[in-house]
């Protein structure tokens, strides 16, 4: 499973780079907003940490601006830059536009499986199920995501399923146990994946061992 960080910090996004977990970014207005900065420069700085997938939000509501915005993101990274479009007839309108020239669209603020086969119909590279929206709302957001793999695998498509929203480690566990292809973490989460009590007891009583044998 290819691990994502979703954020707008470029500090977060460098510090899970040099632990060898950044396969990608994942950004939107909001997040953005929180890291205080101009889009524009988030994104250059991302462009020239991350060599892979980055995927960059259009604000557009209509698909001729959406497709308008995309054409002014790709100039960052022509090949690197993912354009995220929202999951509405406008957004799908668009996906097929920029599909059709080679243009790779994650297709966000999914949350039912047949969402994500109109997303795959209309050519989205990715699609981002928000596990954790969902199951704020009562919803089983990881069923979702197995039952959106079992599509895909049903009728061959290529899509890949980016797992979104996600809010803790079980979140990222599962993921893995269902078969998704992407999870998007914040950093926040990765950095407890790093981390179990037993690790910490082991490393205390290693150092308490290594000083005793020392005197």
């Given at each position: 499973?290819?691990?994502?960080?979703?954020?707008?910090?470029?500090?977060?996004?460098?510090?899970?780079?040099?632990?060898?977990?950044?396969?990608g970014?994942?950004?939107?207005?909001?997040?953005?907003?929180?890291?205080?900065?101009?889009?524009?420069?988030?994104?250059?700085?991302?462009?020239?940490?991350?060599?892979?997938?980055?995927?960059?939000e259009?604000?557009?509501?209509?698909?001729?601006?959406?497709?308008?915005?995309?054409?002014?993101?790709?100039?960052?990274?022509?090949?690197?830059?993912v354009?995220?479009?929202?999951?509405t007839?406008?957004?799908?309108?668009?996906?097929?536009?920029?599909?059709?020239?080679?243009?790779?669209?994650?297709?966000t603020?999914?949350?039912?499986?047949?969402?994500?086969?109109?997303?795959a119909?209309?050519?989205?590279?990715?699609?981002?199920?928000?596990?954790?929206?969902?199951?704020d709302?009562?919803?089983?957001?990881?069923?979702?995501?197995?039952?959106?793999?079992?599509?895909?695998?049903?009728?061959?498509?290529?899509?890949?399923?980016?797992?979104a929203?996600?809010?803790?480690?079980?979140?990222?566990?599962?993921?893995?146990?269902?078969?998704?292809?992407?999870?998007?973490?914040?950093?926040?989460?990765?950095?407890?994946?790093?981390?179990?009590?037993?690790?910490d007891?082991?490393i205390?009583?290693?150092?308490?061992?290594?000083?005793?044998s020392?005197?």
């Amino acid at each position: 499973m290819k691990f994502f960080i979703d954020t707008a910090d470029i500090e977060e996004i460098r510090a899970a780079h040099d632990m060898g977990l950044v396969d990608g970014v994942t950004t939107n207005p909001s997040l953005v907003a929180k890291s205080g900065r101009k889009f524009t420069e988030v994104l250059k700085d991302i462009v020239a940490l991350v060599d892979g997938p980055i995927s960059a939000e259009v604000v557009a509501t209509d698909a001729e601006g959406m497709v308008a915005e995309a054409r002014e993101l790709l100039q960052y990274h022509p090949t690197n830059i993912v354009i995220k479009v929202p999951m509405t007839g406008e957004g799908l309108k668009a996906t097929r536009v920029l599909a059709k020239d080679g243009v790779r669209v994650n297709m966000t603020l999914i949350f039912s499986p047949l969402q994500a086969l109109l997303a795959a119909k209309a050519g989205a590279a990715y699609v981002s199920p928000f596990v954790g929206r969902l199951d704020d709302v009562g919803h089983d957001g990881m069923q979702g995501v197995d039952e959106i793999l079992t599509i895909f695998e049903n009728y061959g498509f290529d899509t890949e399923i980016i797992v979104a929203s996600v809010r803790s480690p079980l979140h990222v566990l599962k993921a893995g146990l269902v078969g998704a292809h992407i999870c998007t973490i914040p950093f926040s989460v990765i950095m407890q994946l790093t981390k179990h009590p037993l690790t910490d007891v082991g490393i205390e009583r290693f150092l308490s061992d290594w000083n005793k044998s020392q005197k």
